[in-house]
């Protein structure tokens, strides 16, 4: 089967650091997305990853490990307006079918 | 200004009527897909099209139709909606072969059928 974890909230104070895990098993693997909602807006893009490692985009970063179907999204210097969902999403091959879990709810408090 | 736009945005209907979301983006882009979006459940695919007269299910298609005549437009279709139709539905598009595979979304359609 396909699945995606990640949990469902997390709480964290302004200006600390967060880490989003997601785990995943999948049919073909072409690609890890991280993508922000806030609530009641279209989902935005994040970041990519395809191959293991860390990229770093800003105060963001998404870290990638195929043989373990790990990944995590690092959100640095949290502030207010990263309170929003989280979205680990997987690419496969041979489609462009991407699949995505539930999410992880994020409260960033004062 | 690169979009996707979906119309309506919020459309409450009964059991039975028939209705169609509209979708259309102006970026060129060959791949577009259907989602929808439930508490709990994530974005669940329900139709995907590679190109124009290309289209395929997702993962929860049943209740729903879509065509794909011309590349800038993706309509979904349910021909004979029920309350487990409700839901929050996104549109998104992608040019196919590009090496992210970034999916850009509409501002979402929030049906519900009583």
């Known amino acids: 089967g396909q699945n995606i974890d990640q949990p469902t909230e997390m709480t964290a104070t302004e200006g600390a650091i967060v880490q989003i895990n997601c785990t995943y098993q999948?049919?073909?693997?072409?690609?890890l997305f991280w993508y922000q909602q806030h609530a009641g807006e279209a989902p935005t893009f994040l970041s990519y990853n395809v191959l293991d490692g860390l990229e770093e985009k800003g105060r963001f970063s998404s870290f990638l490990s195929r043989s373990k179907g790990y990944s995590y999204l690092l959100l640095k210097e949290l502030q207010m307006k990263d309170s929003a969902s989280y979205l680990c999403?997987?690419?496969?091959?041979?489609?462009?079918?991407?699949?995505f879990g539930a999410g992880t709810r994020l409260f960033v408090k004062a | 200004e690169a979009q996707v736009t979906q119309n309506p945005r919020y459309l409450i209907t009964v059991t039975g009527k028939k209705l169609t979301v509209t979708c259309s983006q102006n970026?060129?882009?060959?791949?577009m897909s259907w989602y929808r979006q439930d508490p709990g459940l994530g974005l669940r695919q329900i139709y995907y099209?590679?190109?124009?007269?290309?289209?395929d299910k997702g993962d929860v298609p049943e209740g729903y139709k879509v065509s794909r005549k011309e590349k800038r437009n993706f309509p979904l279709i349910l021909e004979s909606p029920s309350p487990n139709q409700t839901s929050l539905y996104f549109c998104?598009?992608?040019?196919?072969?590009?090496?992210?595979?970034?999916?850009?979304f509409g501002e979402g359609s929030r049906l519900t059928v009583l």
């Open positions: 099209s590679m190109n124009v007269e290309v289209t």
């Open positions: 999948t049919s073909g693997f072409n690609g």
């Open positions: 999403a997987v690419l496969n091959t041979g489609g462009f079918k991407t699949i």
């Open positions: 970026m060129n882009h060959e791949y």
């Open positions: 998104a598009s992608t040019l196919a072969g590009e090496d992210t595979g970034e999916l850009f």
